[in-house]
């Protein structure tokens, strides 16, 4: 029996692939049929979740990219095929009241959060690697919604990606190619490591989430799919809240 959200047949790039959401992206979307790229800085770890992905009958692909590298990019969108789905998951996060961010933060953040996806995007187009039909899905973050002390930089971020997202779904229309951003609330992930949270303000801000718990990579991974899939095939321009609840309070 056909998965409804299939994905079968369709070539899919994803960018942050090494760890945590785009990781869980990747393995889900293999799993509904997809022919993956997955792409990150650390290709160990790709070859990884190259080796959770492998099955005799889809062959996918692993390039090591570091999206703030002009020439990573061109050598990454020259390699590709044209591709029926793209997720843009590359990302980092540095939490700091805005009196103590500096400089190289500022532009580290939006290097990485926001110009390596338009460039990206800009290089996918012109070289005509987006197919007609085509769904290109942005993970933002609730952030943008819902501001939380320490946060601003990564917020005013995700912020520019939201309004990119709107902008590129509207010029992509006329080609039915769909942009549309998933806005996560907090995920645990490997990013955590370099945010400097502790254990007990996580435990405190968990609190604020109406369902009870954190967000986990495969919740994200699932509305991944559907927006990959055929069946979002009216949805575009579209800002998801998938949070817990957290923006309810």
């Known amino acids: 029996m056909q998965h409804l959200f299939s994905l079968e047949g369709k070539k899919i790039l994803i960018t942050g692939a090494s760890g945590g959401i785009g990781e869980s992206v990747a393995l889900t979307s293999g799993l509904q049929g997809a022919e993956l790229t997955i792409s990150a800085r650390n ?43 793209v997720v843009l998951n590359a990302g980092a996060v540095k939490l700091a009241p805005i009196a103590f961010i500096n400089d190289a933060t500022v532009d580290e953040l939006f290097e990485i959060n926001v110009q390596s996806s338009i460039r990206l995007m800009q290089r996918l187009i012109r070289k005509k690697k987006i197919k007609k039909g085509a769904s290109l899905v942005f993970i933002s ?33 006329a080609k039915q190619i769909r942009v549309n951003a998933i806005m996560p609330g907090f995920v645990p992930t490997g990013i955590l490591k370099t945010s400097g949270i502790s254990k007990e303000e996580l435990d405190a801000h968990q609190k604020n989430y109406p369902l009870g718990r954190y967000g986990k990579p495969e919740d994200v991974a699932y509305l991944c799919v559907y927006l990959l899939s055929d069946q979002a095939s009216w949805m575009t321009g579209a800002l998801l809240n998938l949070d817990g609840g957290f923006s309810l309070k």
């Not at 290709?43 to 390039?63: F, G, P």
């Not at 943008?144 to 939201?162: F, L």
């Open 43 to 85: 290709q160990e770890r790709l070859n990884e979740v190259l080796k959770d992905l492998l099955t005799d009958s889809v062959r996918h692909t692993t390039i090591p990219c570091d999206l703030s590298s002009a020439a990573d990019l061109d050598a990454l969108v020259e390699s590709l095929e044209p591709l029926d789905g």
């Open 141 to 173: 973050s609730i952030s943008t919604q819902k501001a939380t002390i320490g946060n601003a930089v990564y917020n005013a971020t995700k912020g520019a990606v939201n309004a990119f997202v709107k902008s590129l779904a509207l010029e992509l229309a």
